[in-house]
């Protein structure tokens, strides 16, 4: 009898029963850890091709960077050119402004009775007859002194012309005769160029009186509503930045405050200093020479170079070498003063700057945009060397702006102030 065929004893066998063929290549799960590791890490671990080397893709960034930062300057450059008409007054009465409007704040506040107003017209029209008063003294000075310094110069021409002739030069008198006649010649010849360039001077002194009014506009309506002018421009700065950059900005003209104060006093000692020294010395026009070098000090170290040119070949002129070589030596006298005692005083740590922060900025200034650059420079990098700081400062990060009075010229730098100052509320 045949056996029974049951179904049950034929269920298949389970995959985990399952035993492999020895020709099976598939790897088991134990043996994964011998395969190479292709993971998108160690992919992107490997070099490339066409990989990029790290220095050259750092100078490449450097490079488009400082690229695009030039023409930024580029057209800041060229949009203050061809705005410089209305932009140097502009400057020019910001830093006037920040010479009177303390004063103007301080007379209103201190004189109840006193209006904004009023203290703002006292304030500007003295500062007129102050600048007035020292140009035509200057003037006249220079008018009346001018006859002497005319026959001295003649003087001192006949006594040249003598050295050419009996020197090592050694020229006769129809040589110096013909050198004579070839500088006439050349001057009639310049003759169209000449009175160009006189229309030009009259061009510029209109252009000059009208950028002067300009200038004055600008002074007496920064002096009188300076604070509600700045919280206009801060509209123009996102809401989230705004807290930051108006502190910035507090500080900023308020070292311009300080360097406008500290200047001025260290110009007015110099020129008094140079002054009763070019007196004493004999040099004549000490008056307007004086008023040369106290505008001379505007400019750090390149107005005092070219204002102590200027007396020294006048005392050459006037009394000879020794006159010029005792002038010399005054003038090193009064710039070791103001460098090693008067800056140290009046401007201090809290506008202190490297000579070198200073010689670069003029030297720039002059090649943009002559004297007027020269002479706006360095209170430009005052300021934008205080803003930036203030920005960079952790310190500031939670200053509440209205407790910075821009008017104090120890708002600019509060690390080196002493004492430190008070943390007033904030206004509603």
Same mark, same amino acid.
């Given at each position: 009898?045949?056996?029974?065929?049951?179904d049950?004893?034929?269920?298949?066998?389970?995959?985990?029963?399952?035993?492999?063929?020895?020709?099976?290549?598939?790897?088991?799960?134990?043996d994964?850890?011998?395969?190479?590791?292709?993971?998108?890490?160690?992919?992107?671990?490997?070099?490339?091709?066409?990989?990029?080397?790290?220095?050259?893709?750092?100078?490449?960034?450097?490079?488009?960077?400082?690229?695009?930062?030039?023409?930024?300057?580029?057209?800041?450059?060229?949009?203050?050119?061809t705005?410089?008409?209305?932009?140097?007054?502009?400057?020019?009465?910001?830093?006037?402004?920040?010479?009177?409007?303390?004063?103007?704040?301080?007379?209103?506040?201190?004189?109840?009775?006193?209006?904004?107003?009023? =203290?703002? +017209?006292?304030? /500007?029209?003295?500062?007129? *007859?102050? !600048?007035?008063?020292? %140009?035509?003294?200057? &003037?006249? #000075?220079?008018?009346?002194?001018?006859?002497?310094?005319?026959?001295?110069?003649?003087?001192?021409?006949?006594?040249?012309?003598?050295?050419?002739?009996?020197?090592?030069?050694?020229?006769?008198?129809?040589?110096?005769?013909?050198?004579?006649?070839q500088?006439?010649?050349?001057?009639?010849?310049?003759?169209?160029?000449?009175?160009?360039?006189?229309?030009?001077?009259?061009?510029?002194?209109?252009?000059?009186?009208?950028?002067?009014?300009?200038?004055?506009?600008?002074?007496?309506?920064?002096?009188?509503?300076?604070?509600?002018?700045?919280?206009?421009?801060?509209q123009?700065?996102?809401?989230?930045?705004?807290?930051?950059?108006?502190?910035?900005?507090?500080? =900023?003209? +308020?070292?311009? /405050?300080?360097?406008?104060? *500290?200047? !001025?006093?260290?110009a %007015?000692?110099?020129? &008094?200093? #140079?002054?009763?020294?070019?007196?004493?010395?004999?040099?004549?026009?000490?008056?307007?020479l004086?008023?040369?070098?106290?505008?001379?000090?505007?400019?750090?170290?390149?107005?005092?170079?070219?204002?102590?040119?200027?007396?020294?070949?006048?005392?050459?002129?006037s009394?000879?070498?020794?006159?010029?070589?005792?002038?010399?030596?005054?003038?090193?006298?009064?710039?070791?003063?103001?460098?090693?005692?008067?800056?140290?005083?009046?401007?201090?740590?809290?506008?202190?700057?490297?000579?070198?922060?200073?010689?670069?900025?003029?030297a720039?200034?002059?090649?943009?945009?002559?004297?007027?650059?020269?002479l706006?420079?360095?209170?430009?990098?005052?300021?934008?060397?205080?803003?930036?700081?203030?920005?960079?400062?952790? *310190?500031?990060?939670?200053?509440?702006?209205?407790?910075?009075?821009?008017?104090?010229?120890?708002?600019?730098?509060?690390?080196?102030?002493?004492?430190?100052?008070?943390?007033?509320?904030?206004?509603?």
């Open positions: 009898m045949a056996a029974r065929h049951d049950t004893d034929a269920t298949p066998a389970r995959p985990d029963d399952a035993s492999p063929r020895p020709d099976d290549a598939s790897p088991r799960p134990e994964a850890s011998t395969l190479p590791d292709r993971s998108p890490q160690r992919d992107a671990d490997l070099p490339g091709p066409w990989t990029v080397p790290h220095g050259l893709d750092v100078a490449a960034g450097l490079a488009w960077r400082l690229l695009l930062i030039a023409a930024a300057a580029s057209v800041v450059i060229y949009l203050a050119g705005f410089s008409v209305v932009l140097i007054p502009v400057v020019l009465a910001l830093i006037a402004a920040s010479l009177l409007a303390p004063e103007a704040h301080l007379m209103s506040n201190r004189v109840r009775w006193m209006p904004h107003t009023l =203290a703002t +017209a006292i304030v /500007v029209i003295g500062g007129l *007859a102050v !600048v007035g008063g020292v %140009f035509t003294g200057v &003037v006249f #000075a220079f008018i009346s002194g001018l006859p002497e310094l005319t026959s001295q110069l003649t003087n001192s021409l006949s006594e040249i012309q003598n050295w050419v002739r009996t020197g090592p030069v050694g020229l006769n008198n129809q040589q110096f005769t013909a050198i004579g006649d500088v006439l010649t050349s001057v009639q010849q310049s003759q169209a160029t000449i009175a160009t360039s006189a229309l030009g001077a009259v061009s510029t002194v209109g252009e000059l009186f009208t950028e002067g009014l300009l200038a004055l506009f600008t002074v007496i309506f920064l002096v009188h509503d300076g604070g509600m002018i700045w919280r206009f421009l801060l123009a700065v996102p809401r989230r930045a705004r807290p930051r950059a108006d502190l910035a900005g507090r500080r =900023a003209f +308020a070292s311009l /405050v300080g360097y406008t104060r *500290a200047i !001025v006093v260290v %007015f000692i110099d020129a &008094v200093t #140079a002054g009763l020294g070019l007196w004493a010395i004999g040099v004549p026009l000490a008056v307007p004086a008023a040369l070098i106290f505008f001379g000090a505007f400019v750090p170290t390149v107005g005092a170079v070219v204002s102590g040119a200027v007396a020294a070949l006048v005392a050459l002129v009394g000879g070498v020794t006159d010029m070589l005792l002038v010399i030596a005054l003038l090193l006298a009064v710039q070791n003063l103001e460098g090693y005692v008067l800056q140290p005083l009046f401007l201090g740590k809290s506008i202190k700057l490297h000579p070198l922060a200073v010689v670069l900025p003029i720039c200034g002059l090649v943009v945009a002559g004297i007027p650059g020269a706006l420079a360095v209170p430009l990098v005052t300021v934008i060397d205080t803003g930036v700081r203030s920005l960079t400062r952790r *310190a500031d990060a939670g200053v509440d702006p209205a407790s910075v009075n821009p008017l104090d010229p120890r708002s600019a730098r509060p690390e080196f102030a002493d004492p430190p100052l008070p943390m007033a509320p904030a206004d509603d």
